[in-house]
């Protein structure tokens, strides 16, 4: 009887077994039903080839959002109704006449794009039972049914947005996390990233970026993480890796990006190279910045240590390891023009590292774009490392090189009389390819000042002859400079002067602090508006027109030109002595410093605990005060020993003036520099010997 009455238990236990079996079968079939568009996205993307390299690049991170969710081993049947919403979308991608105008509908796919990379982090994040926050809005929100919704409502409004081919404002949901990070401590180089005013022209240098942009959004584990665009000075390997930064950056995907540039050599730059990187990408990335300061929080010696091996291993490898799950798409990190990192010296460090064996083993979610020019130091070290990408500018074929210098040199010289099909072809055809000779040649032939025609500059231009030794580059170089230079006279002493001082300052400066320093130049026939020289030379320098900008070269080849007599000739700058800096930058000290320049309300209070501190730096320390505080010691340094300037050197450093120096540097965040720059003088005043005595009483 105990037995039979035990029937029904079993049966209803059985049948309870059956239904939660039924159940489980139902949400695996639900899910292979969601999960099957996103799996022929991702097989169909790959067949598609004529594509804008922007769209490209969205396509791949909608790849990488869907491998995310194909990937996620348990999700949820809470989040089923977003998930369908997802489904739709990708379903919706590859219809017909979605695909034959997707180029035309960029800006759109951008969005949608980064609506599904967020998309695809909540889903993993809410079924992990992880804590999140979204931001919608102005709103900070950790309801999943309130997010799910927010992102189904967006992804509506955006497939319908790109069915009507119209442009809406939709804010799009981002992940966030409620936490205070502090990475203060790493060094930075500010003014090393991103430069989109340096792009290509938009219609070219197609394949290249489309060939750059498949090895980023690769998801093949074996892809090589570090490729090597090179090629010789002028074709264009900057405009590229800004371009690709640029992609990146809209696309609101992980990157970075770290510039190196011929006229900030003076601020060691490799030294900063890895924890900028760090920093910027803990600024782009949540997961990137909390994994970062979980290594670096209460470690000051590892924050600002020198060592670049610890740099790559802790700052870079070690975050980036931790957080391959939670990251949509590859993270692509750009380090632009290395060669102009200064000696070889300068990048023997980077190069190991990128070089070695262990970096074929980065992280799998890891590139690195590297661009440079061909030096000996970097061909041996690129050519001996098998995990090394390398792609060469100058074995791009004519036929495509043609079609993009005509497409630009079009447009640069577009509505110019007596500037036809004709003029245009023959540029094409003297440039040799180099994108910089093209720039430089349209700059050159558009009217500036008054005096010639842009047919006769033109007719200047095609005239021109390359002599042995000398490079197109050069020649036109030498061109333009004769144009407003004479050859001998005032004006030319001018020029050297003023090309000296735009070369020799370790920081740019905007057109006004240079003038401000030349006023104290020790010559009084030196104290000019050096306008008079540089307003014929913006074809060669930018800041010359926009007067709020540095005056800096805008290629790295002048630079070069300028310094080697055997090719720029009488217009070659002697960079071997800097007395009018030096004496300039000594004056400028002793006339500005003064106690408590940022009018602080207290001393007892630490800069990072004054909320305007920057508005009051901004407006008490000029431009040429604060160069002149960083780089006084340097041009003394380069300077022959002179009892005039030693006697200005014991005005500072045996007053109250130093005191006021050093509290300029630490309002700037450079203190260090302070010990480097006495070191210098104090270098400088041993050279000197028996003049030693007169700073006795010091």
Same mark, same amino acid.
């Given at each position: 009887?105990?037995?039979?009455?035990?029937?029904?238990?079993?049966?209803?236990?059985?049948?309870?077994?059956?239904?939660?079996?039924?159940?489980?079968?139902?949400?695996?079939?639900?899910?292979?039903?969601?999960?099957?568009? *996103?799996?022929?996205?991702?097989?169909?993307?790959?067949?598609?080839?004529?594509?804008?390299?922007?769209?490209?690049?969205?396509?791949?991170?909608?790849?990488?959002?869907?491998?995310?969710?194909?990937?996620?081993?348990?999700?949820?049947?809470?989040?089923?109704?977003?998930?369908?919403?997802?489904?739709?979308?990708?379903?919706?991608?590859?219809?017909?006449?979605?695909?034959?105008?997707?180029?035309?509908?960029?800006?759109?796919?951008?969005?949608?794009?980064?609506?599904?990379?967020?998309?695809?982090?909540?889903?993993?994040?809410?079924?992990?039972?992880?804590?999140?926050?979204?931001?919608?809005?102005?709103?900070?929100?950790?309801?999943?049914?309130?997010?799910?919704?927010?992102?189904?409502?967006?992804?509506?409004?955006?497939?319908?947005?790109?069915?009507?081919?119209?442009?809406?404002?939709?804010?799009?949901?981002?992940?966030?996390?409620?936490?205070?990070?502090?990475?203060?401590?790493?060094?930075?180089?500010?003014?090393?990233?991103?430069?989109?005013?340096?792009?290509?022209?938009?219609?070219?240098?197609?394949?290249? *970026?489309?060939?750059?942009?498949?090895?980023?959004?690769?998801?093949?584990?074996?892809?090589?993480?570090?490729?090597?665009?090179?090629?010789?000075?002028?074709?264009?390997?900057?405009?590229?890796?800004?371009?690709?930064?640029?992609?990146?950056?809209?696309?609101?995907?992980?990157?970075?990006?770290?510039?190196?540039?011929?006229?900030?050599?003076?601020?060691?730059?490799?030294?900063?190279?890895?924890?900028?990187?760090?920093?910027?990408?803990?600024?782009?990335?949540?997961?990137?910045?909390?994994?970062?300061?979980?290594?670096?929080?209460?470690?000051?010696?590892?924050?600002?240590?020198?060592?670049?091996?610890?740099?790559?291993?802790?700052?870079?490898?070690?975050?980036?390891?931790?957080?391959?799950?939670?990251?949509?798409?590859?993270?692509?990190?750009?380090?632009?023009?290395?060669?102009?990192?200064?000696?070889?010296?300068?990048?023997?460090?980077?190069?190991?590292?990128?070089?070695?064996?262990?970096?074929?083993?980065?992280?799998?979610?890891?590139?690195?774009?590297?661009?440079?020019?061909?030096?000996?130091?970097?061909?041996?070290?690129?050519?001996?490392?098998?995990?090394?990408?390398?792609?060469?500018? /100058?074995?791009?074929?004519?036929?495509?090189?043609?079609?993009?210098?005509?497409?630009?040199?079009?447009?640069?010289?577009?509505? *110019?009389?007596?500037?036809?099909?004709?003029?245009?072809?023959?540029?094409?055809?003297?440039?040799?390819?180099?994108?910089?000779?093209?720039?430089?040649?349209?700059?050159?032939?558009?009217?500036?000042?008054?005096?010639?025609?842009?047919?006769?500059?033109?007719?200047?231009?095609?005239?021109?002859?390359?002599?042995?030794?000398?490079?197109?580059?050069?020649?036109?170089?030498?061109?333009?400079?004769?144009?407003?230079?004479?050859?001998?006279?005032?004006?030319?002493?001018?020029?050297?002067?003023?090309?000296?001082?735009?070369?020799?300052?370790?920081?740019?400066?905007?057109?006004?602090?240079?003038?401000?320093?030349?006023?104290?130049?020790?010559?009084?026939? /030196?104290?000019?508006?050096?306008?008079?020289?540089?307003?014929?030379?913006?074809?060669?320098?930018?800041?010359?027109?926009?007067?709020?900008?540095?005056?800096?070269?805008?290629?790295?080849?002048?630079? /070069?030109?300028?310094?080697?007599?055997?090719?720029?000739?009488?217009?070659?700058?002697?960079?071997?002595?800097?007395?009018?800096?030096?004496?300039?930058?000594?004056?400028?000290?002793?006339?500005?410093?003064?106690?408590?320049?940022?009018?602080?309300?207290?001393?007892?209070?630490?800069?990072?605990?004054?909320?305007?501190?920057?508005?009051?730096?901004?407006?008490?320390?000029?431009?040429?005060?604060?160069?002149?505080?960083?780089?006084?010691?340097?041009?003394?340094?380069?300077?022959?020993?002179?009892?005039?300037?030693?006697?200005?050197?014991?005005?500072?450093?045996?007053?109250?003036?130093?005191?006021?120096?050093?509290?300029?540097?630490?309002?700037?965040?450079?203190?260090?520099?302070?010990?480097?720059?006495?070191?210098?003088?104090?270098?400088?005043?041993?050279?000197?010997?028996?003049?030693?005595?007169?700073?006795?009483?010091?």
């Amino acid at each position: 009887m105990d037995d039979m009455k035990s029937i029904p238990q079993a049966l209803q236990t059985t049948i309870g077994l059956v239904g939660q079996a039924d159940a489980a079968v139902t949400t695996i079939q639900n899910i292979e039903t969601i999960l099957q568009p *996103l799996k022929l996205f991702n097989s169909f993307v790959t067949s598609l080839s004529n594509v804008h390299p922007y769209v490209q690049f969205a396509l791949g991170i909608l790849t990488a959002a869907s491998q995310l969710l194909i990937d996620q081993a348990n999700l949820d049947s809470e989040v089923f109704g977003l998930l369908n919403t997802v489904k739709d979308l990708y379903e919706f991608l590859m219809e017909k006449d979605i695909l034959e105008n997707i180029d035309s509908m960029k800006e759109t796919l951008r969005k949608i794009s980064q609506e599904m990379s967020a998309t695809a982090l909540f889903v993993v994040k809410y079924c992990q039972k992880k804590n999140f926050v979204v931001r919608i809005g102005d709103r900070l929100v950790s309801d999943p049914q309130t997010v799910a919704q927010g992102h189904i409502k967006n992804l509506g409004d955006l497939m319908q947005q790109y069915r009507d081919r119209t442009m809406r404002d939709i804010q799009i949901n981002v992940y966030h996390v409620r936490e205070d990070l502090n990475l203060e401590g790493m060094a930075y180089a500010a003014g090393a990233g991103l430069n989109t005013t340096k792009k290509c022209l938009d219609g070219t240098r197609r394949e290249i *970026l489309k060939d750059i942009t498949q090895w980023i959004t690769s998801r093949d584990v074996n892809a090589p993480r570090i490729l090597w665009l090179h090629g010789q000075a002028g074709r264009g390997k900057s405009a590229i890796a800004h371009t690709i930064g640029s992609l990146i950056q809209d696309m609101g995907a992980p990157g970075a990006c770290f510039c190196f540039a011929h006229d900030r050599q003076s601020e060691r730059q490799e030294e900063k190279i890895l924890t900028t990187i760090a920093r910027d990408l803990a600024d782009r990335e949540p997961a990137f910045r909390r994994a970062l300061s979980d290594i670096v929080s209460n470690n000051l010696a590892l924050k600002t240590t020198c060592d670049v091996v610890q740099q790559w291993e802790r700052f870079i490898v070690e975050p980036l390891s931790k957080i391959s799950g939670e990251i949509v798409g590859n993270v692509v990190v750009i380090i632009d023009a290395l060669d102009e990192s200064g000696p070889d010296t300068s990048r023997r460090d980077i190069l190991r590292l990128l070089t070695t064996a262990d970096a074929a083993g980065l992280p799998t979610n890891f590139r690195i774009l590297l661009t440079s020019r061909p030096l000996p130091d970097i061909v041996r070290a690129m050519a001996a490392a098998p995990h090394v990408k390398a792609i060469s500018l /100058d074995d791009i074929p004519w036929k495509l090189v043609e079609r993009d210098i005509k497409l630009f040199v079009s447009m640069g010289l577009k509505g *110019l009389p007596s500037i036809g099909v004709e003029e245009v072809q023959n540029i094409i055809n003297k440039s040799g390819g180099l994108f910089e000779w093209a720039r430089v040649a349209c700059e050159f032939i558009r009217p500036t000042k008054a005096g010639a025609t842009p047919k006769e500059r033109y007719d200047d231009l095609m005239a021109l002859e390359v002599e042995e030794g000398k490079t197109l580059l050069d020649e036109t170089y030498f061109t333009i400079l004769e144009g407003g230079i004479p050859k001998s006279g005032s004006i030319i002493k001018r020029y050297r002067s003023v090309m000296r001082q735009v070369v020799m300052t370790h920081e740019r400066l905007p057109m006004a602090a240079l003038n401000c320093m030349r006023e104290k130049y020790p010559n009084k026939q /030196d104290h000019y508006d050096i306008n008079l020289i540089l307003e014929f030379m913006s074809p060669v320098l930018g800041g010359v027109m926009d007067h709020s900008s540095p005056i800096r070269p805008l290629h790295a080849s002048f630079y /070069d030109f300028l310094m080697d007599p055997s090719r720029s000739g009488v217009y070659s700058i002697d960079v071997s002595d800097a007395k009018d800096l030096a004496f300039a930058t000594l004056q400028i000290l002793r006339d500005n410093l003064q106690f408590n320049i940022c009018d602080l309300e207290s001393s007892y209070l630490a800069n990072s605990e004054v909320s305007d501190l920057s508005e009051r730096i901004n407006k008490k320390i000029s431009h040429h005060l604060s160069y002149s505080c960083l780089f006084w010691a340097q041009h003394l340094e380069k300077t022959e020993f002179d009892l005039e300037l030693a006697g200005q050197v014991r005005d500072i450093v045996g007053s109250e003036k130093i005191m006021f120096w050093m509290e300029i540097l630490s309002l700037l965040g450079r203190v260090g520099k302070g010990v480097s720059a006495l070191a210098c003088v104090r270098r400088w005043l041993l050279v000197g010997n028996g003049c030693i005595s007169a700073f006795d009483d010091t």
